[in-house]
């Protein structure tokens, strides 16, 4: 049996083991019927059975909810909605009332995906860069969602109201292929790297 030489042998065990971790990188796939749901504007929620919490204005993980009704209960409020399979949704509590916003998927791993969430009683937000020169969304109303997928980069963000910074966020790291929310409420700006559960 001819010997390989030891250079090729290490490429093959390098390209194995990046393999490897690469596989590692990744949770196993949900169920094809799989829709996904997080929780926007309450810090507990509950979507059917499962129980899900959120910092104080930021948003929860999605959870893994079978395709189909979902019933949903925050705060006072509570409110079915129909979900379908492989999409992702965020249930957002604002003004007492419960909604269902379709979210973009994190599908393009060259790009972040960044979310904005208005939950204040401004009647408009943007996200822009925070010297306030380049908006990277624009225009969101209340209890909506705009998005946009940008180049990874660390920058400092700021949402606005016109003219005026609601607040900075120093220093905002983006990763290519991650998908990241700010939310907007009365008090100011939170940023959360979005992630799942089963």
């Given amino acids: 049996m001819p010997r390989q030489p030891l250079a090729a042998m290490l490429v093959m065990a390098t390209l194995s083991t990046s393999a490897a971790q690469q596989e590692g990188l990744y949770d196993p796939a949900p169920p094809s019927n799989s829709a996904f749901v997080r929780v926007a504007g309450a810090p507990t929620a509950t979507l059917g059975t499962r129980s899900v919490v959120a910092d104080k204005g930021a948003v929860s993980t999605y959870v893994v909810i079978p395709q189909g009704d979902v019933s ?26 419960l909604s269902l916003l379709p979210d973009a998927p994190a599908d393009n791993r060259a790009k972040a995906l960044l979310v904005v969430y208005n939950l204040s009683n401004l009647p408009s937000v943007d996200l822009k ?12 109303k209340p209890g909506t969602s705009g998005n946009r997928a940008v180049n990874g980069i660390t920058v400092d963000l700021a949402a606005f109201a016109g003219p005026k910074s609601l607040n900075v966020m120093k220093a905002v790291r983006l990763e290519r292929g991650k998908a990241y929310a700010v939310v907007v409420t009365d008090t100011g700006a939170t940023l959360t790297a979005s992630t799942t559960t089963r």
């Fill in 72 to 97: 949903v209960k925050a705060g006072a409020a509570s409110q079915k909605f129909r979900v379908e399979a492989g999409k992702f949704y965020t249930v957002v509590l604002h003004g007492g009332k």
């Fill in 129 to 140: 860069t925070a010297d306030g020169k380049t908006t990277v969304i624009q225009d969101v």
